[in-house]
């Protein structure tokens, strides 16, 4: 097998050609993880999307795989796999979620920068993201290096961050995002959790900064102290020489590295078309 990698950005980012993940195995994927170290996002296209069964066999060979054991699968998801995160703005019976519903104001929180499943203890590693359906304008994923924002950072504030942990909430970026309060219960089911803002990845030894609309506070901080380092921080880590803005095709399968880059949906009209993306998710070990 020939991979050809076209560079999606100078800094970050491949497609590559050649590739069929329904052929990767256990032999295989070493040339694949390879690529990720590299590149941190890439995207590989096919003609037909992989089947959920397809998607799931080749992201098991990623990593220990997140399962969603809240709901008994088959009774009210639309995709019936507990390894399988429906990002679609559809709901169970496969209707567009009308306006106002609590589900889509959930979702729209994606739209902020973040990084997935910081707000747990076990990190989500790699993501693989699906497009069954896709809009015929707006709905680009965009991500960003955050190797590249590290290496950037001035010395004296590389120092600083190497020392400071981070308290990331799921819910703080929901309201953010506009969506509801969660309730007690809801709160209760997923508690914060605290990460340092610095990660180094052990097979590379590239350094990278861990942000995330998640993130609510940074221990040992006052609060003032703590927003004005992170909007600093968000607002260097976004600058556009950072940012790849990815235009999706049916079939492609995007997989991006969510310990080295941040990452937000834009928006698409939402109730006029069906934007059908699904995900699976690996974590840092088994939980
Ligand atoms: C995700 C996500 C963005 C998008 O799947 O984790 O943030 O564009 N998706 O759907
Ligand atoms: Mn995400």
Redesign the pocket.
């Known amino acids: 097998m020939t991979i050809t990698v076209q560079k999606l950005t100078p800094l970050f980012g491949a497609r590559l050609f050649g590739i069929n993940l329904r052929e990767t195995t256990r032999e295989n994927i070493g040339d694949f993880l390879e690529l990720m170290d590299l590149h941190a996002v890439c995207a590989v296209p096919h003609d037909v999307p992989l089947s959920n069964e397809e998607h799931i066999g080749f992201a098991q060979l990623l990593g220990p795989m997140e399962r969603s054991n809240n709901k008994i699968s088959g009774t009210d998801k639309r995709v019936a796999y507990d390894e399988i995160?429906d990002?679609s703005n559809l709901g169970p019976t496969g209707d567009i979620y009308p306006e106002g519903d609590r589900r889509l104001a959930f979702k729209r929180a994606?739209r902020l920068w973040?990084t997935?499943m910081s707000f747990y203890p076990v990190r989500a590693t790699y993501?693989a993201?699906s497009a069954h359906t896709i809009p015929p304008e707006g709905?680009?994923?965009e991500f960003i290096d955050m190797r590249a924002v590290y290496d950037d950072l001035t010395e004296s504030m590389k120092s600083k961050l190497n020392e400071l942990k981070a308290e990331h909430c799921y819910w703080h970026s929901r309201v953010l995002g506009g969506g509801p309060e969660p309730t007690p219960k809801e709160r209760e089911a997923r508690p914060s959790s605290v990460h340092p803002l610095v990660n180094r990845n052990d097979r590379t030894g590239r350094k990278s900064l861990y942000l995330a609309s998640h993130i609510r506070t940074i221990r040992g901080l006052p609060e003032r102290e703590a927003k004005s380092l992170l909007e600093e921080l968000n607002s260097i880590a976004t600058q556009s020489k950072y940012v790849l803005s990815y235009k999706w095709t049916v079939g492609d399968i995007l997989v991006w590295d969510n310990l080295c880059t941040m990452?937000?949906?834009?928006p698409f009209a939402d109730q006029s078309y069906i934007?059908d993306?699904r995900?699976t998710t690996c974590r840092e070990t088994h939980v």
């Open positions: 995160v990002q994606n973040h997935d993501s993201l709905g680009n994923t990452h937000r949906a834009t934007r993306m995900r």
